[in-house]
């Protein structure tokens, strides 16, 4: 039962630190301040300038469309959270193992995928919308 309690206090502790790393909480952070109507100035200000600009095309004889999106980006940098997390990780394979516990299962990496949000402006300058957050990668 040793065996087993520590595996489970060790995974209780793994699941908890992985929703503390990561690109998407901070991704959502800077979304959520995001606002229909700011200007360009207004959210470099806020959040900060995009990875990506694009101009979009108008559409003659449409009214009030998106003439220009911004794209940002976040990816979290290997930080304390993300070593703490592989040494539970590895903590966790080495209590496993030591049990006789046994089985297949390919490793993986710990790479965070990266999130992003799009911003989306009008002929005015002014933010007509902003995107869900999604997963590129």
């Given at each position: 039962?040793?065996?087993?309690r520590?595996?489970?206090?060790?995974?209780?502790?793994?699941?908890?630190?992985?929703?503390?790393?990561?690109?998407?909480?901070?991704?959502?952070?800077?979304?959520?301040?995001?606002?229909?109507?700011m200007?360009?100035?207004?959210?470099?200000?806020?959040?900060?300038?995009?990875?990506r600009?694009?101009?979009?095309?108008?559409?003659?004889?449409?009214?009030?469309?998106?003439?220009?999106?911004?794209?940002?980006?976040?990816?979290?940098?290997?930080?304390?959270?993300?070593?703490?997390?592989?040494?539970?990780?590895?903590?966790?394979?080495?209590?496993?193992?030591?049990?006789?516990?046994?089985g297949?299962?390919?490793g993986?990496?710990?790479?965070?995928?990266?999130?992003?949000?799009?911003?989306?402006?009008?002929?005015?300058?002014r933010?007509?919308?902003?995107?869900?957050?999604?997963?590129?990668?």
């Open positions: 039962m040793g065996h087993g520590a595996g489970a206090i060790l995974l209780s502790a793994c699941v908890g630190l992985s929703g503390c790393a990561g690109g998407a909480g901070k991704a959502e952070d800077r979304r959520v301040l995001v606002r229909p109507g200007t360009s100035e207004e959210i470099r200000k806020a959040i900060g300038g995009p990875q600009t694009h101009r979009v095309d108008a559409v003659p004889g449409v009214e009030d469309q998106t003439v220009e999106v911004w794209s940002y980006l976040y990816k979290s940098p290997p930080g304390a959270g993300e070593v703490a997390l592989e040494v539970v990780a590895a903590a966790l394979i080495v209590v496993v193992l030591a049990a006789g516990l046994r297949g299962g390919g993986g990496g710990t790479s965070e995928p990266t999130w992003r949000f799009i911003v989306g402006f009008g002929a005015d300058g933010v007509r919308g902003v995107s869900s957050l999604e997963k590129v990668r």
